[in-house]
T-cell receptor
Framework: AQKVTQAQTEISVVEKEDVTLDCVYETRDTTYYLFWYKQPPSGELVFLIRRNSFDEQNEISGRYSWNFQKSTSSFNFTITASQVVDSAVYFCALSWAGSYQLTFGKGTKLSVIP | EAGVTQFPSHSVIEKGQTVTLRCDPISGHDNLYWYRRVMGKEIKFLLHFVKESKQDESGMPNNRFLAERTGGTYSTLKVQPAELEDSGVYFC????????????FGPGTRLTVL
């Protein structure tokens, strides 16, 4: 069975603080894909990143970075120097080879306070 | 390139009524998906079309839900008759061809059944 756990329901930080959103996944497949999506107040899900199970390199994109660790089945997301525009619900998701379904976590609501 | 669009953005209906949600995928995307998020829970997969064919309906909750994709373009999701537990946000997503292609989501339709 596939499962994604985002244990943090809500996080509040003050602007310019760094924040890490946790994502732990479960899968029996050896080939799988991990995703992060952002849902701003406007409602749409915005794709942020996709990682496949064979690529454990960390990724950095501007203020965003992702830490993929197969040993702990985690795919954590860090925002450096947070800004008010980062306020959103962030979803971690998983899919496996041959499947088109995404399995989502419950999401983490991030509030960045000015 | 236009993103995934959904109509309406909100719908409020009474129990027993019928509602039809529409999704227009990104042009050229063969795959179209419906997902649903019931309040406080995960976003859950409902079904997947490849062009006009239903590829996977394993997430459809019951036979009150009917999805169609006319000519492999836009899709509709009809709920008839609606029940209180159908309330939630219905997301549509599309992807190009392969299961490795990223799914891009629309803004969702918020359905409230009173």
């Amino acid at each position: 069975a596939q499962k994604v756990t985002q244990a943090q329901t809500e996080i509040s930080v003050v602007e310019k603080e760094d924040v890490t959103l946790d994502c732990v996944y479960e899968t029996r497949d050896t080939t799988y894909y991990l995703f992060w999506y952002k849902q701003p107040p406007s409602g749409e899900l915005v794709f942020l990143i996709r990682r496949n199970s064979f690529d454990e390199q960390n990724e950095i994109s501007g203020r965003y970075s992702w830490n993929f660790q197969k040993s702990t089945s985690s795919f954590n997301f860090t925002i450096t120097a947070s800004q008010v525009v980062d306020s959103a619900v962030y979803f971690c998701a998983l899919s496996w080879a041959g499947s088109y379904q995404l399995t989502f976590g419950k999401g983490t609501k991030l509030s960045v306070i000015p | 390139e236009a993103g995934v669009t959904q109509f309406p953005s909100h719908s409020v209906i009474e129990k027993g009524q019928t509602v039809t949600l529409r999704c227009d995928p990104i042009s050229g995307h063969d795959n179209l998906y419906w997902y649903r998020r019931v309040m406080g829970k995960e976003i859950k997969f409902l079904l997947h079309f490849v062009k006009e064919s239903k590829q996977d309906e394993s997430g459809m909750p019951n036979n009150r839900f009917l999805a169609e994709r006319t000519g492999g373009t836009y899709s509709t999701l009809k709920v008839q008759p609606a029940e209180l537990e159908d309330s939630g946000v219905y997301f549509c997503a599309s992807s190009r061809r392969d299961f490795t292609d990223t799914q891009y989501f629309g803004p969702g339709t918020r359905l409230t059944v009173l």
